[in-house]
């Protein structure tokens, strides 16, 4: 087992904001599933009826975003892969599937809040309504947690997975023990207080805190240089947090059982910041026990949104060239 490859920065901090022309490829669609309806975009080349269609079904990648985000988190990402041409990671630089889990970005509430299993069962029926038979996978915080997920409950359909800024032992622990959580993860655990003890109004509070000019700091606990950060960035950050679904995704780690990781067969690359405020810096340590082969890179100087703070990092990191 080797330890976490630590990258210095070595390129512009926060380069891209949400730019629409990172999205100038993909179509917007909609899919209704047994856990809530979906809005997703995706690469047009995946409806194509054609031999065209038919590769770029075979090795197309879904990507999930984490909490307090929806498929614009991706854009920065997309352009430091833009650049890379040639060098970027193929999972990355193919075919897509951005998905707004229900209750987030711009999919409806469903009835009942999302937890790990049903968000699983999500990506599994978006999965198969685009005709992906087998995917690379690749999510953000909470995504990520979901990826790991789908990556151990069918370990044949996932081709690789891409692990940004996951949140995973220290996060699900203080899910379980919240008193215990205050001291190794107290962003998450305020978080869900205030949340849960105010879900209707978080949402209003949070949206009138940024317009008398607070938006840089609610955003600070997730972005290690916070006014480095493009505006855009922090006002997707902001309006796209949803309380109820938050405080959700968080109960759902209760007694979650993260042995069963070690199930996963596929190649798994996992990046992360060396100041996340939601995680702790043995995750990565405890994540390579149960997977020996999977290659962790720590980006020093980043928070917990690793690609967008430190896109081109990122994609290098994603690669499977070292």
């Known amino acids: ?12 901090y926060a380069p891209f904001g949400l730019d629409p022309e990172e999205a100038r490829d993909l179509a917007e669609g909609v899919v209704d599933t047994a856990d809530g309806r979906v ?3 995706r690469s047009a080349v995946l409806d194509d009826a054609g031999a065209a269609g038919d590769a770029a079904r075979a090795s197309a990648t879904v990507m999930l975003h984490g909490a307090a985000g929806s498929w614009t988190t991706w854009l920065p990402l997309r352009r430091a892969v833009r650049e890379a041409g040639a060098d970027a990671p193929a999972a990355l630089a193919g075919p897509l599937v951005l998905i707004d ?8 509430a469903p009835a009942v809040a999302l937890d ?63 008193w215990r959580g205050l001291r190794t993860v107290p962003a998450l655990v305020l978080l869900r207080v205030v949340f849960r003890v105010l879900p209707r109004a978080s949402g209003p509070l949070l949206a009138g805190a940024a317009r008398v000019g607070l938006l840089r700091t609610l955003s600070a606990p997730v972005f290690r240089h916070v006014r480095r950060v493009p505006r855009s960035v922090l006002e997707a950050f902001v309006a796209e947090i949803r309380p109820r679904a938050f405080v959700a995704a968080v109960e759902s780690g209760v007694g979650y059982d993260t042995g069963t990781w070690a199930r996963i067969t596929c190649p798994v690359a996992v990046v992360a ?13 405890r994540l390579r026990d149960l997977l020996p082969e999977a290659r962790t890179t720590v980006l ?19 690669s499977p060239r070292r």
């Open 101 to 108: 889990l229900p209750g987030w970005g711009a999919s409806p």
């Open 1 to 12: 087992m080797t330890g976490d490859r630590r990258a210095a920065p070595g390129d512009p």
């Open 39 to 41: 809005v997703l975009h």
């Open 116 to 178: 790990v299993h049903a968000a699983s069962r999500v990506v599994h029926a978006v999965a198969d309504s685009c005709g992906l038979d087998r995917f690379d996978l690749v999510g953000h915080s909470l995504g990520a947690l979901v990826a790991l997920h789908v990556a151990a409950q069918t370990p044949g359909r996932v081709r690789s997975l891409g692990l940004v800024s996951p949140t995973t032992f220290s996060a699900l622990e203080a899910a379980s023990r919240p």
């Open 273 to 285: 910041g060396a100041e996340d405020a939601f995680a702790r810096p043995d995750d990565l340590v």
């Open 300 to 318: 020093v100087g980043c928070g917990h949104f690793a690609h967008v703070e430190r896109p081109r990092e990122t994609v290098r990191a994603l």
